[in-house]
């Protein structure tokens, strides 16, 4: 069955730190996407980014990177000199080709940053 | 591009009554909604989907004489409460995709409050 499991419950980190945000996921779909979304505290989930299983490209967004990796099953998520703003719960999450349009999500990272 | 709104926002209501909650797509045509509950710190948990014109489907464990969803055209989807109990009070949160690769945009969150 598909998991997603995002390890760190919460991080707190000082603003302009670099900080990453784990996920490791499980499935038996050979196409599968991976996706990442933030909650800030108004509580809507902003899609930030999509990535399929075919695509082990690392992306940068900004100050936002992923990392895909297929080899450890993991899609972690990088901010860059992080900042207040970045102060949200981040949830991964897995769709499989094989489960329709359904997202597996994770637990959630809740990141707060210090100014 | 693709917002997704829901209305109300926060909606407060004796124990007994019925809540309606409205999800539309904005800017973009959705073969299928989604809706979600999440509690307190915690991760979504998916209440049903929806696919324009035909039945919703419910995830095990979710009454769905108690959550009545409609999805009467490509851009809007109701969920109501019916007869709504104090533990019924939540964060709902619908969903919405244009279609293939599936990325869910969702919507700002209805806070439920039953009295």
């Known amino acids: 069955a598909q998991k997603v499991t995002q390890a760190q419950t919460e991080i707190s980190v000082v603003e302009k730190e670099d900080v990453t945000l784990d996920c490791v996921y499980e499935t038996r779909d050979t196409t599968y996407y991976l996706f990442w979304y933030k909650q800030p505290p108004s509580g809507e989930l902003v899609f930030l980014i999509r990535?399929?299983?075919?695509?082990?490209q690392n992306e940068i967004s900004g100050r936002y990177s992923w990392n895909f990796q297929k080899s450890t099953s993991s899609f972690n998520f990088t901010i860059t000199a992080s900042q207040v703003v970045d102060s949200a719960v981040y949830f991964c999450?897995?769709?499989?080709?094989?489960?329709?349009?359904?997202?597996?999500f994770g637990e959630g990272t809740q990141l707060t940053v210090n100014p | 591009g693709a917002v997704v709104s829901q209305h109300p926002s926060r909606v407060i209501c004796k124990s007994g009554t019925s809540v309606k909650i409205e999800c539309r797509s904005l800017d973009f045509q959705a073969t299928t909604m989604f809706w979600y509950r999440q509690f307190p710190k915690q991760s979504l948990m998916l209440m049903a989907t929806s696919n324009e014109g035909s039945k919703a489907t419910y995830e095990q464990g979710v009454e769905k004489d108690k959550f009545l969803i409609n999805h009467a055209s490509l851009t809007l989807s109701t969920l109501t409460v019916t007869s709504a109990h104090p533990e019924d009070s939540s964060f709902y949160i619908c969903?919405?995709?244009?279609?293939?690769?599936?990325?869910?945009?969702f919507g700002p969150g209805t806070r439920l409050t039953v009295l």
């Open positions: 990535r399929n299983s075919f695509d082990e």
């Open positions: 999450a897995l769709k499989e080709e094989t489960s329709g349009s359904r997202l597996t």
């Open positions: 969903s919405a995709t244009p279609g293939a690769p599936d990325t869910q945009y």
